[in-house]
T-cell receptor, first 110, second 115 residues
Framework: SQQGEEDPQALSIQEGENATMNCSYKTSINNLQWYRQNSGRGLVHLIL?????REKHSGRLRVTLDTSKKSSSLLITASRAADTASYFC??????????FGAGTRLAVHP | NAGVTQTPKFQVLKTGQSMTLQCAQDMNHEYMSWYRQDPGMGLRLIHY???????DQGEVPNGYNVSRSTTEDFPLRLLSAAPSQTSVYFCASSLGGGPDYNEQFFGPGTRLTVL
């Protein structure tokens, strides 16, 4: 099964700054997904990037994928306090089963 | 659409008791799964189902049973609760059908405490 490992484990920034978190995985993938979890709530899907894509944007989110390095990054630009959450990556080999890592805990301070 | 619903929201059990956590989705999704999340940790996959009548084990299946008699419902049964099963349980579903359709939708979770 695929599992991503997020780095760093925790990130603390000021409002307005950019936040970058990384994901590494070990085997080939069909796509890689990023999810957000606000405290105590279920995960929410943010973005899916396919293995033949190198970059994808959604609002203030920018995701890159480097399949040669088996890594992905999630950039949140102009962070807001409301972005405070845990972020998880989920590399997918094409099957529906997703395995999640421990996530990156992002704290955005006003 | 209500999406993925879970009941109850909170539950306290005594060691040895059994119970069923309910999960339902109204999106006609083929794939459903159960995860548990311990404090400060990521999610661990307990069981999953790729369609009615088909279930399989995830990473941490011991102590839990599942069945999938309908597309909509995927209950999780705790056979004999133990304090180690104190956790938040999340149910998720996805459309299925291939790599472009496996975005998962999560329920709000059930907080379970076993004394």
């Amino acid at each position: 099964s695929q599992q991503g490992e997020e780095d760093p484990q925790a990130l603390s920034i000021q409002e307005g700054e950019n936040a970058t978190m990384n994901c590494s995985y070990k085997t080939s993938i069909n796509n890689l997904q990023w999810y957000r979890q606000n405290s105590g709530r279920g995960l929410v899907h943010l973005i899916l990037i396919r293995s033949n894509e190198r970059e994808k944007h959604s609002g203030r989110l920018r995701v890159t994928l480097d399949t040669s390095k088996k890594s992905s990054s999630l950039l949140i630009t102009a962070s807001r306090a409301a972005d405070t959450a845990s972020y998880f990556c989920a590399p997918s080999g094409g099957y529906n089963k997703l395995i999640f890592g421990a996530g990156t805990r992002l704290a955005v301070h006003p | 659409n209500a999406g993925v619903t879970q009941t109850p929201k909170f539950q306290v059990l005594k060691t040895g008791q059994s119970m069923t956590l309910q999960c339902a989705q109204d999106m006609n999704h083929e794939y459903m799964s159960w995860y548990r999340q311990d404090p400060g940790m990521g999610l661990r996959l307990i069981h999953y189902s790729v369609g009615a009548g088909i279930t399989d084990q995830g990473e941490v299946p011991n102590g839990y049973n599942v069945s999938r008699s309908t597309t909509e419902d995927f209950p999780l049964r705790l056979l004999s609760a133990a304090p180690s099963q104190t956790s938040v349980y999340f149910c998720a579903s996805s459309l299925g059908g291939g790599p472009d359709y496996n975005e998962q939708f999560f329920g709000p979770g059930t907080r379970l405490t076993v004394l």
